[in-house]
């Protein structure tokens, strides 16, 4: 089972920034893709970014040019920076981890707890 630990998450204001971190077991690291993904109140939990093993990150459209995800292997990390954050972006966001990008987010990933976003005035 692998574990991932996320933080970062927190009360923001509109425009405002934030950054989410998400640490993966040191021996598995480098062969994960990984997925940030969001889930709202009421809604069904969504993409927000992948990232490849070698670095190549997609985006979902509501968060392009706002959002960057990288990821650090001395460190085991992750991070999605969000910035010009709307209130439409809270959320719980979740880091998931999988051996291959078209399997994030499927039943052979691996989900973080969760990291609440709240952006309000």
């Known amino acids: 089972q692998v574990q991932l630990v996320e933080s970062g998450g927190g009360l923001v204001q509109p425009a405002g920034s934030l950054r989410l971190s998400c640490a993966a077991p040191g021996s598995l690291f480098s062969i994960y893709a990984m997925g940030w993904y969001r889930q709202a109140p009421g809604e069904q939990r969504g993409l927000v970014a992948t990232?490849?093993?070698?670095?190549?990150?997609n985006y979902a459209d509501s968060v392009k040019g706002r959002f960057t995800s990288s990821r650090d292997s001395a460190k085991n990390t992750v991070y999605l920076q969000m910035d010009s954050l709307k209130p439409e972006d809270t959320a719980i966001y979740y880091c998931?981890?999988?051996?291959?990008?078209?399997?994030?987010?499927?039943?052979?990933?691996?989900w973080g707890q969760g990291t609440q976003v709240t952006v309000s005035s």
């Open positions: 990232i490849t093993r070698g670095g190549i990150v």
């Open positions: 998931n981890a999988a051996n291959a990008p078209w399997e994030l987010a499927s039943g052979h990933s691996y």
